[in-house]
């Protein structure tokens, strides 16, 4: 029975959380019930780390609680409530008029929402790989990285010049498609949910769902300092493009539990707001640092 209980956490909790946001979209209640969801989701994971941790010394206060969260309200509350909901879903009502106008409208929604998740994974992986391996992005790529932990409270752990670049390379994909309005709501209400299931500290089971989904198994190998597994893993709520470039890990093995960089890395929010834009040559962290030993 726990073990059951184990596999069905993940996909119930997100099929739970996105049965909520649906309906509410469907009602015009989308803002307010997604919310909920969200809020709901992140107090039965804070009960979930501490009941069923999958590494105690992960429940250790690191002294980056405030930190994270103020991370989470710039990058995902300013960054994404002003850029997505403000700019992209009004220009996703003018592009279904006038962009390509290639989007399968008369399939059923949750088929275009299946759909919207592969267009915008094209842009997340993207993204996500550029910023390890191209060293001017992995600069505020490295705030996300330099967490020592993994939990739903540092999900949203970015530095909003980093979740700029992850939306400008894919949201206007699907503006560009002429995908409906909705769309754009519920696949960013599942990449947000499936965001906070990714980085929480709870033992679960995933099975075959790891080779569909970001699952947090993926995501503690893409955590780790080693970058034989560190530079794997870049789906954001999918993994098909780790699979269908070679970036995919998932080994037998336990995740390492000591993860973060090499790097430089202030402890207060305002120093990582600003690290990447220092000169020094000490503050150029590159992703060889993420690495023990710089290894390529």
């Not at 919310?35 to 250790?60: G, H, M, Q, S, T």
């Not at 409208?105 to 998740?117: F, R, S």
């Not at 992850?166 to 309005?181: D, H, K, R």
Request: charged share 15%; with cysteine; aromatic share 14%.
């Amino acid at each position: 029975m726990t073990m059951l209980f184990r596999y069905g956490l993940w996909p119930g909790l997100l099929a739970l959380c996105l049965g909520t946001t649906i309906y509410g979209v469907l009602h015009d209640s989308g803002f307010l019930l997604f919310n909920i969801a969200y809020l709901a989701l992140a107090v039965v994971l804070f009960f979930a780390e501490r009941a069923l941790p999958f590494e105690r010394d992960w429940l250790k206060n690191d002294g980056q609680i405030w930190v994270d969260l103020a991370h989470t309200a710039l990058s995902k509350g300013v960054a994404q409530v002003l850029i997505v909901v403000g700019a992209v879903f009004g220009l996703a009502e003018n592009f279904a008029e006038s962009g390509l106008n290639i989007w399968p409208t008369e399939w059923p929604l949750l088929a275009q929402v299946a759909l919207g998740l592969v267009v915008i994974e094209a842009g997340l992986y993207a993204a996500h790989r550029l910023s390890h391996e191209v060293p001017l992005f992995w600069r505020f790529h490295a705030v996300h990285h330099s967490a020592k932990r993994l939990s739903f409270i540092n999900t949203g752990r970015f530095h909003f010049v980093d979740t700029a670049v992850s939306i400008l390379l894919s949201q206007p994909l699907l503006f560009l498609a002429g995908a409906p309005i909705e769309v754009f709501k519920l696949t960013s209400a599942t990449t947000a949910f499936i965001g906070m299931l990714t980085h929480c500290n709870v033992d679960m089971r995933f099975g075959w769902l790891s080779y569909v989904f970001n699952t947090p198994t993926l995501h503690r190998f893409h955590h780790s300092k080693d970058l034989r597994e560190g530079n794997k893993n870049y789906g954001e709520n999918l993994v098909l493009f780790d699979l269908l470039f070679g970036t995919y890990y998932n080994a037998s093995y336990r995740p390492p539990v000591d993860i973060g960089i090499d790097g430089p890395m202030p402890d207060d929010f305002l120093g990582q707001l600003a690290q990447p834009f220092r000169n020094e040559r000490k503050a150029a962290v590159t992703p060889a640092d993420i690495s023990p030993a710089g290894q390529s």
